[in-house]
């Protein structure tokens, strides 16, 4: 794993926020050694819930004893329906705020979540143990929490250390590996929006920060069976491609170089508190659907002879600012979160003349472009085997979203962020509808009977 360590090391050098990470078998006993190199004579305070405790923090918890340092009494999280809502995280605030203690997270996304905006408003770092390969935000910059019924990304820094003890990774419930795989694999469309963006001049592509995330994105995507049945090489490409995926979040502050058009359809089913059957879907589920329904826009895209767009019908239909604010008011009229539409539009809105410029160079330099994406994509097919193999949804039934509901998504998604994707693409050309009817029509493939 020499070449998967230079990755490591020079995302490290990149970040200026985590300082330390380790990954390996058996390394939960040097949870105290890293606790001291980073956090010398402080007290600690660990952060589960009752599941994460028992796995792994009331082994924490010892070796800190053994080790001498000192700890404040363990804050667990004992709600059955423990989420990342702000809720939790003021919970965490008000004891932190009697204590100068550091909070060592052992969890996965929540809990690393909750503590990480936690540490933040107390104004101080924090560690984190993980404990399962479920999603990418362990290394990331910022915390996903809903807050005031909307999924937000609050601005908070990355821990300073982080470690995985692959033991403990591989033993997790299946459902929260494939949920990792699932986020990992949103990494290839959110590049492909991020190759749309950097071509039309929108928002140009980093190359450090994309190089952190999708140097070894497929190779740790290669082995979904493996990583199914727990094998530890194929678990640590995962663990890695995860961190490394953090890592490019931190080093460009944002969160573009991982998250593209599918994490917008996650975000928003989070806004309007979608269930399956009344239970709570992780976020990498969402994503799975989210990463192929963004995949078959692209092949629908990829097939369309863009070099014949009729780049002044395109402009002649572009509303006005007024007319999509209101749109989009209407649109999020009756939910918890009306305003987002209107303030999400406005950012990203242009005038009839910049859109004919912008359409005007996707005309042109369609050929390039589109060998880019073609370069970058993953076909929809072979996305949904790998899935399917690793055990995540791959269908929207699978996560109790119907194919209505699904279509209608496609449409408000574009609405709640800024944020320059496929979606926003589809709807400057007038093409979303023809491509919504291709995908949900007959012989589509999710067609609506």
């Known amino acids: 794993m020499v070449e998967v360590l230079s990755k490591i090391e020079e995302a490290l050098s990149a970040a200026d926020e985590t300082k330390a990470l380790i990954i390996g078998n058996g390394v939960l006993c040097r949870v105290p050694q890293l606790f001291k190199e980073q956090f010398p004579g402080q007290t600690a305070i660990i952060v589960a819930d009752t599941n994460t405790y028992r796995v792994a923090g009331e082994e924490v918890e010892h070796l800190f004893q053994e080790a001498g340092i000192m700890q404040e009494r363990c804050f667990i999280y004992t709600d059955k329906n423990l989420y990342a809502e702000y809720g939790f995280v003021e919970k965490l605030v008000e004891v932190l705020k009697k204590t100068g203690a550091i909070p060592v997270a052992v969890g ?18 924090y560690m984190c143990v993980a404990t399962a390969a479920s999603m990418d935000g362990y290394t990331a910059f910022g915390a996903s929490i809903t807050y005031n019924g909307a999924k937000q990304t609050f601005s908070c820094p990355a821990p300073q250390a ?30 492909a929006d991020w190759i749309l963006s950097d071509a039309l001049g929108v928002e140009k592509i980093d190359p450090q920060s994309w190089n952190i995330v999708q140097g070894g994105l497929h190779d740790a995507l290669a082995d979904p069976k493996e990583i199914k049945e727990g094998d530890l090489l194929a678990v640590e490409k995962l663990i890695e491609g995860l961190m490394l995926g953090g890592f490019a979040m931190q080093a460009h502050k944002t969160s573009r170089p991982a998250s593209g058009a599918e994490h917008q359809f996650s975000h928003l089913w989070n806004m309007e508190h979608h269930t399956n059957h009344g239970e709570n879907i992780s976020h990498g589920f969402q994503v799975a659907i989210g990463t192929l329904s963004v995949t078959a826009l692209y092949e629908l895209f990829l097939e369309t002879p863009i070099h014949e767009l009729n780049v002044q019908s395109c402009v002649h239909s572009w509303p006005t600012l007024e007319e999509l ?30 859109l004919s410029e912008q359409l005007q160079l996707l005309k042109e330099n369609w050929e390039e472009i589109r060998s880019r994406l073609k370069r970058q ?16 949804p791959v269908n929207p039934e699978d996560i109790g979203v119907t194919r209505e509901y699904l279509r209608q998504s496609f449409v408000r998604a574009q609405y709640i962020r800024r944020r320059f994707t496929i979606l926003d693409i589809a709807v400057r050309t007038n093409l979303l509808d023809r491509w919504l009817d291709q995908l949900f029509g007959k012989e589509g493939g999710w067609e609506i009977e």
């Open 377 to 392: 994509l993953i076909p929809f097919a072979e996305v949904k085997k790998r899935l399917s193999q690793v055990g995540a």
């Open 108 to 125: 996965s996304g929540t809990i690393n979540d909750l503590t990480k905006l936690a540490s933040y408003e107390t104004n101080r770092r």
């Open 162 to 191: 982080c470690l995985a003890d692959l033991d403990i990774i591989v033993n997790a419930p299946p459902e929260m590996t494939a949920s990792g795989y699932a986020d990992l694999f949103a990494k290839v469309t959110a590049g």
């Open 325 to 354: 604010e209101r749109d989009a008011a209407e649109r999020f009229r009756n939910t918890d979160f009306p305003e987002i539409g209107v303030v999400e539009t406005r950012e990203k809105y242009i005038s009839k003349e910049e």
